[in-house]
């Protein structure tokens, strides 16, 4: 339904409502069945790199659990999951020889979603990468957007009988980030701003080759994006002048480091690099030709979008046209210290859909809360109800607008392995106790079905009231 006609405040009749999880963060099986290792798997060796140097070789047991977890997202009314594929469970070497007890393990949760009526979406690349890769030079080496290439062919010869809806690559800013600039993610290098950029464009690459590669070999048509994450800046007034500087804040490219988005976006979804960034790169910008360009611009489906927090400015006379606000002693912050900031998920949905005209897809939002199973049995995650809510307020607001919003993913279904930070962060609706790992759906989880089975129309009017002062159960 065109925007223009839609009831206002109100989501579109076809809205996928879901919650994601990674292969890693729930998985485990981490040496089990042919499965080989992944750079993951190396980093959380590394003395000091995980908190409490926690891992993933057990995570949720969600490789043995799997059928348990489907009934129950089922019973939490959920219409899609966005999962994640690690490439070296597929693919132990990340090139040659594919691993069977790997695909059947797909193949067996893709038959299970289907059968629970949930929709699988399906992220090729979320951060696990075949550490054999990682040892010719990763993501590097020029032949890594053939690597990946080869590696979407084979998941749409398993998968695209029953699958349409993939996701190339999750948050390539962060996963180039924090892995190659930073050094406190996975792979733990510390490279240069010339040689991140460099990795970027291959990573780029790879995304185009892949969705060409994913509708090559495809059975049926399919549905293609990618899900970088949105590096959001806010108006702190309705000002038309401040709505002005948070779009150029939001969408410019400002710092010498991969964090922004234009670098990333742009490529994919306008076939060019920002004009900004190759000046402010300057000669760390990676060398391409037109060819590049055109198989990186390769034509997707929609663009998906992870959002979380955000910072409020306002406009400013001075260069670069817009100054930060810090947020005032006492601001609500997540258990992750991130604000809490609903204005993030409304001004990412109508700046990029304002500078990309194509569909939208909210593909991870949510937040870390300090969570506990308490006497009764439940798990009172009243904060993480309020955030949610307040959140999709805010996006249906964006929608109202007229921004072309198709779907939303909680993030996540399960508390899991939240990398770096190990064990200590719990994103998930689900709690799981991870000595015993029984799974315990929260509050948040109950709430959500509503939210869900409603089409968001439990957000309106006293549904969450009374909801929080029930007794309700799973």
């Known amino acids: ?4 006609s839609r009831p206002a405040l109100e989501f579109p009749s076809d809205f996928t409502w879901g919650a994601a999880a990674a292969a890693y963060q729930i998985e485990g099986a981490a040496q089990i069945d042919g499965k080989g290792p992944s750079v993951w798997d190396h980093f959380c060796k590394r003395p000091g790199a995980i908190y409490n140097a926690d891992h993933g070789d057990v995570a949720c047991d969600h490789y043995y659990r ?3 977890d489907v009934s129950l ?10 999962l994640s594929l690690s490439w070296p469970r597929l693919v132990p070497d990340g090139t040659g020889a594919s691993n069977e007890p790997g695909f059947a393990f797909y193949d067996r949760l893709i038959d299970d979603l289907l059968g629970a009526g949930i929709a699988p979406w399906v992220t090729l690349f979320h951060w696990d990468y075949p550490q054999a890769l990682q040892d010719r030079g990763g993501w590097l080496n020029p032949d890594s957007p053939h690597w990946f290439a080869d590696y979407a062919a084979r998941v749409a010869d398993a998968l695209s009988d029953r699958v349409t809806r993939f996701i190339t690559h999750n948050e390539p800013q962060i996963f180039l980030g924090l892995g190659h600039f930073q050094g406190i993610h996975a792979p733990g290098l510390k490279l240069s701003l010339r040689d991140v950029l460099r990795a970027g464009h291959h990573t780029l690459l790879a995304h185009g080759l892949g969705v060409r590669a994913l509708r090559a070999h495809a059975k049926q048509p399919l549905s293609i994006g990618i899900a970088p994450v949105a590096l959001m800046r806010y108006p702190a007034t309705d000002r038309p002048e401040d709505v002005e500087a948070a779009r150029r804040a939001s969408l410019g490219v400002f710092g010498k480091d991969p964090f922004n988005n234009s670098w990333w976006m742009d490529p994919v979804l306008l076939g060019q690099y920002p004009e900004d960034g190759l ?9 391409f030709g037109p060819d590049d360009l055109r198989v990186i611009a390769e034509p997707t489906d929609f663009l998906g979008i992870n959002v979380y927090q955000g910072t409020p400015v306002v406009a400013s006379d001075a260069a670069p046209g817009f100054i930060e606000l810090p947020h005032p002693p006492g601001f609500p912050h997540t258990a992750f210290d ?20 194509t569909p ?4 991870e ?5 300090r969570d506990g199973v308490a006497a009764d049995g439940r798990v009172h995650d009243e904060g993480r109800i309020d955030f949610t809510r307040n959140y999709l307020l805010a996006l249906r607001q964006a929608i109202a607008s007229g921004a072309d919003v198709r779907g939303y993913f909680h993030w996540s279904i399960f508390d899991n392995f939240e990398w770096a930070a190990g064990y200590r962060e719990r994103f998930g609706l689900v709690h799981v106790d991870f000595q015993t790992q029984k799974r315990t759906p929260k509050r948040s989880a109950l709430w959500y079905r ?25």
């Open 1 to 4: 339904m065109p925007a223009s």
């Open 66 to 68: 799997s059928g348990e």
């Open 73 to 82: 997202m089922q019973k939490l009314g959920l219409g899609a999951y966005r």
């Open 279 to 287: 000046a402010l790169y300057g000669a760390d910008a990676p060398e």
């Open 338 to 357: 991130w604000p809490i900031t609903p204005q993030a998920l409304q001004f990412a949905a109508t700046f990029l859909h304002e500078r990309y005209r």
């Open 360 to 363: 939208l897809v909210i593909t």
């Open 365 to 369: 939002n949510g937040l870390s809360s």
């Open 450 to 474: 509503e939210v869900c089975k409603t089409n968001g129309r439990a957000l309106d009017g006293r549904f969450t009231q009374d909801f929080l002062a029930g007794t309700e159960k799973l």
